[in-house]
């Protein structure tokens, strides 16, 4: 099929004209960045301020009560979804480490939502796993080791509502997904994730050129 190829490549100023023109980052989200910046290379393990206010946006669009995180870091993303939940949501943060989580801590209590965040260290599919089987969700992010992307799926589709969704984080990969000098593990492991995905009955999806990627998937409602 011929497909009309719309799109635009970012530079810096562009960049700044959409930053300029989407909802400003907050005192604590500010607050939130500079901290991170003090961790060196590894903030760019934060998601990207206007995928921070989309993600705000799609949880409160969809009314959403009940959310999981595969992948918390300093708690940026965390806190755009907690602050689209109502006052009776709950997200289920998972992550590995106390240190990192430590400043997230801080952030969502600065934010007024550390009560709709329920944060969970250890492996996230051991938390998955312990959860109740009743236990399921209208919103699930996944943005942690890719080499378990397609493990953390699966585990999670089942979990989620028909109809909800599910986020896949950094799913262009720096732009290495199409580069075939890029042989590395995680550069597979992205691969192998997004052609799981679009090849998934269960569910259709959307790759949005967000920051460095970011899909969109909805778990389709039996016989759908």
Request: glycine content about 6%; aromatic content about 8%.
């Amino acid at each position: 099929m011929s497909v009309y190829r719309k799109y635009l490549s970012l530079n810096d100023t562009l960049y700044d004209y959409v930053l300029a023109h989407t909802a400003e980052p907050d005192a604590v989200q500010r607050q939130l960045v500079a901290r991170t910046d003090d961790l060196g290379d590894r903030r760019r393990m934060q998601i990207s301020h206007p995928q921070a206010v989309f993600m705000t946006f799609l949880t409160r669009s969809m009314g959403v009560r009940r959310a999981v995180e595969i992948g918390t870091f300093t708690g940026y993303s965390a806190l755009a979804i907690a602050r689209g939940l109502g006052p009776e949501g709950r997200l289920v943060a998972c992550d590995v480490s106390e240190e990192w989580t430590a400043i997230a801590r801080q952030a969502w209590k600065a934010a007024g939502v550390e009560d709709r965040i329920d944060l969970r260290i250890g492996p996230a599919l051991e938390t998955l796993a312990a959860l109740p089987d009743t236990a399921t969700f209208d919103l699930a992010f996944i943005d942690a080791d890719k080499e378990s992307y397609i493990e953390y799926y699966e585990s999670l589709l089942p979990r989620v509502r028909p109809n909800g969704l599910i986020l896949a984080d950094n799913t262009l990969w720096e732009g290495k997904v199409t580069d075939p000098s890029a042989g590395d593990e995680a550069t597979r492991a992205v691969r192998a994730f997004n052609e799981h995905v679009a090849a998934d009955p269960r569910t259709e999806c959307v790759l949005l050129s967000i920051a460095d990627g970011l899909t969109l998937i909805r778990r389709r409602p039996e016989g759908a």
